[in-house]
């Protein structure tokens, strides 16, 4: 799961600086930054906050996040077939 950079990623897109998304949630700049470098895991609640400030349901924002390893291995081919569309579609609904 790359959690960090999907967050990183839809911040960029919605032209927020990291220093501006970080007080709109309510956290520390250097925290975000950890978060989105992969150095630290948030809270549910930490979680909740940056999917609504990103404007996206905190589900899509977990989806988004997965990549293959995410996966089971009976169920690595339907997620290769459906994933690329499936996160087109979340991407635009969420933008």
């Not at 960090?4 to 998304?21: A, D, H, M, P």
């Not at 250097?30 to 895991?41: F, G």
């Amino acid at each position: 799961m790359n959690l960090g950079n999907t967050i990183k990623s839809l911040r960029v897109k919605k032209n927020l600086k990291q220093k501006e998304f970080a007080s709109e949630c309510g956290i520390a700049q250097a925290y975000l930054s950890q978060i989105e470098n992969n150095q630290r895991e948030p809270n549910l609640s930490v979680l909740k906050t940056i999917a609504t400030h990103l404007g996206i349901p905190l589900p899509f924002l977990v989806f988004l996040s997965m990549d293959i390893s995410d996966v089971q291995d009976e169920k690595v081919e339907m997620f290769k077939q459906i994933e690329p569309s499936l996160k087109g579609l979340v991407t635009q609904f969420s933008l």
